[in-house]
């Protein structure tokens, strides 16, 4: 792939940044990909882009089965922040090391909440498995993975549940409406205490709706 290299003068500091050609699957710090390029796994299995929503003229990131005739989202990157500019660009910031959807230098969305700082050796690559994932590749640390923030979709590999050591949660939430991918009504999730209670639990507003115990 070759890509366009674009020379911008900020500060008195020559910063290099790059607009992708579509199909790479891995994004650098300086990279930039923007509504016109795509990220694509290398199996080509899944695909990362922005795409709009017609009756609501707004913007999003997300991932989708590259053979998706209806490209129907798999993971969505900003469900409550929707982007109203199209002229948008997914990027790890040099400055902070987090992934964020930034529009002329300036910061619409931050993606990541990775503490790790700014490095050089930072990468976001999409896997085979539909995971997002920005890396460190001095020490082949994984700073952050989309699989860790769930959508509305349970990908093979994903996690339902949480971690009572870290209070993290992997649920599932529904989108608003058909169209609109912000967060909706239904919550699903798995709570599981030792070796008898194993649910999955669907909760509509925050209240028990539907359960399955799985043991």
């Not at 299995?45 to 490209?71: M, N, V």
């Not at 590749?137 to 509305?152: A, G």
């Amino acid at each position: 792939m070759i890509n366009l290299i674009i020379f911008i003068v900020q500060c008195s500091n020559l910063i290099i940044s790059s607009v992708l050609a579509s199909g790479v699957s891995t994004i650098k710090v300086g990279d930039r990909l923007d509504l016109n390029s795509q990220l694509v796994s290398t199996d080509r299995r899944f695909t990362l882009g922005f795409f709009l929503i017609p009756e609501t003229c707004s913007t999003y990131l997300g991932i989708w089965y590259t053979h998706d005739r209806s490209s129907t989202k798999v993971w969505v990157a900003n469900r409550s922040t929707p982007i109203k500019s199209s002229s948008c660009v997914l990027m790890i910031d040099h400055r902070t090391g987090k992934l964020i959807i930034a529009n002329g230098g300036i910061s619409l969305v931050t993606i990541s909440d990775n503490q790790s700082g700014a490095s050089p050796n930072l990468t976001a690559t999409l896997q085979d498995t539909g995971d997002f994932q920005l890396k460190n590749e001095f020490d082949n640390q994984i700073l952050w993975k989309s699989f860790d923030y769930p959508s509305n979709v349970l990908l093979p590999g994903m996690k339902l549940g949480w971690d009572r050591g870290t209070g993290h949660s992997w649920e599932l939430t529904s989108w608003l409406s058909d169209t609109i991918p912000d967060l909706g009504a239904f919550t699903m999730t798995f709570d599981a205490y030792g070796e008898t209670y194993r649910n999955i639990l669907i909760r509509r507003r925050g209240l028990p709706y539907w359960s399955k115990n799985v043991n």
